[in-house]
């Protein structure tokens, strides 16, 4: 199968489903955390499956590719930093925490590999 779209990445669904439930899960946190915590997980998760997208645009320049896969493993990892601290803080059931950072390693999982040999996802002239 051709993966035309970095939609059709499960990796990008997954990233993008990462944001969805953060974003919803944040709506309740408390208003006094809402720049320093709540934007900062939408902000992180979001820009995960952002970057794919533009990691995925840059395909036909191996470096860029790799650049913002890069950025999406940091972004990943800042949300999973960023949602330790909301559980810890109680803003985050223990259940709420473990779906979200399950999928914030499910994602790093699959960046790895692209990572470590973006050849298959590269444009060839």
């Known amino acids: 199968m051709v993966i035309r779209l970095a939609e059709e990445l499960i990796v990008y669904e997954k990233a993008y489903q990462?944001?969805?439930?953060?974003?919803?899960?944040?709506?309740?946190?408390p208003r006094d955390v809402a720049?320093?915590?709540?934007?900062?997980?939408?902000?992180?998760?979001r820009s995960i499956h952002l970057n794919l997208?533009?990691?995925?645009?840059?395909?036909?320049?191996?470096a860029h590719f790799s650049g913002k896969l890069t950025?999406?493993?940091g972004e990943a990892n800042e949300t999973d930093t960023s949602l330790d601290f909301a559980k810890g803080c109680g803003y985050l059931t223990i259940k709420e925490h473990t779906e979200l950072t399950n999928l914030c390693g499910e994602v790093g999982r699959m960046l790895g590999?692209?990572?470590r040999n973006p050849r298959p996802f590269?444009?060839?002239?």
């Open 18 to 29: 990462l944001a969805k439930k953060s974003f919803i899960l944040t709506k309740r946190f």
């Open 35 to 45: 720049f320093a915590l709540t934007s900062q997980i939408r902000r992180s998760s």
């Open 53 to 62: 997208r533009e990691a995925w645009a840059k395909r036909r320049y191996p």
């Open 71 to 73: 950025d999406c493993d």
């Open 113 to 115: 590999p692209m990572l």
């Open 122 to 125: 590269l444009i060839s002239d």
